[in-house]
């Protein structure tokens, strides 16, 4: 085979990989700030690079093709401009896993911040997470200080209590995005209803000081002590090889936080408070 022929089957490979991609909802993520620019770009300097140099193609078909093709290429460059869509990342320190992070905001009298996510591996192609974006609102007055669509979300406060979900302390409370398929979210959801009605089981044990009760959250052992002769209870937390979300100690209680939308431990020995789990309905 000759190199033209090579090459128009490279490219051809090249472009029907991006097009199986953009199917299956995944996505090469160094072209996602600039959408298909570069693809577009390319097809069109190789197709007039060959049409000019081939004898038999008429330089009249390659400027028609040229006036088609270079005003498609301006269009989506000016949307991709007007999208004004921005790119972070965020590493799990639990392996090669990361989560890209695509967000946006518009103001009308207040700010609108919309965030959309993608799992990925090693950072190449990236898989949007469906039914996980978050919009959060904030009001012209509430925040007189700039803020960025980072500080919003709070992605430098990003935490990863299991390797498949990561935690977002946001300004309006505590989100949380998940990175398995929509069917374990779906299952997850489902868990979380069924851990708030042993939270609240819970939460009435350690107010009964039910001593050598436990439940078990996010990796975490969390067990009931009571002291008979002092009267003193406590929340001993612990984890099979010390691999749970929240480092092994004491607290004193659990609350329900409804502003963050999480039960809460508190007054605990390293720090005062932790999140175990949202409440039912959020997160």
């Known amino acids: ?19 199986i991609l953009h199917v299956t909802g995944n996505f ?21 690079i060959i049409g000019f140099r081939t004898p038999h193609i008429q330089n009249d078909w390659m400027i028609v093709g040229l006036v088609v093709f270079i005003p498609i290429l301006l269009l989506h460059s000016i949307m991709i401009l007007l999208s ?18 695509e967000y946006r905001d518009f103001i009308l009298g207040e700010t609108t911040y919309s965030y959309d996510f993608y799992k990925t591996r090693f950072g190449l192609i990236g898989k949007k997470l469906d039914d996980q974006s978050i ?20 992605v430098d406060r990003g935490e990863w209590p299991t390797k498949d979900f990561v935690r977002f302390s946001t300004l309006k409370g505590v989100k949380e995005v998940h990175l398995k398929a929509s069917e374990t979210v779906v299952k997850s959801e489902e868990r979380k209803m069924e851990q708030g009605e042993e939270m609240e089981a819970f939460i009435k044990m350690v107010e009964e000081k039910e001593d050598g009760q436990s439940i078990m959250i996010n990796g975490n052992v969390l067990t009931i002590r009571f ?26 209680r659990i609350i329900r936080n409804e502003e963050q939308g999480y039960y809460m431990l508190e007054e605990c020995t390293h720090k005062w408070e932790y999140l175990l789990s949202p409440l039912e309905g959020n997160g």
């Open 1 to 19: 085979m000759s190199k033209i022929t090579w090459t128009l089957i490279v490219l051809g490979a090249i472009d029907l990989m991006i097009i």
């Open 227 to 252: 002291d008979e002769p002092t009267g003193q209870s406590w929340i001993d937390v612990t984890s099979d090889h010390d691999e749970g979300a929240i480092p092994r100690q004491q607290c004193s």
């Open 84 to 101: 004004d869509h921005h790119y972070t990342k965020i590493d799990s320190p639990h392996n090669q896993q990361s989560l890209v992070i």
């Open 28 to 48: 090469i993520l160094f072209l996602k700030p600039t959408g298909y620019i570069v693809p577009l770009i390319l097809n069109i300097i190789v197709l007039s």
């Open 135 to 154: 919009t959060i609102v904030i009001g012209g007055t509430e925040y007189p200080e700039k803020i960025d669509a980072e500080d919003v979300l709070g």
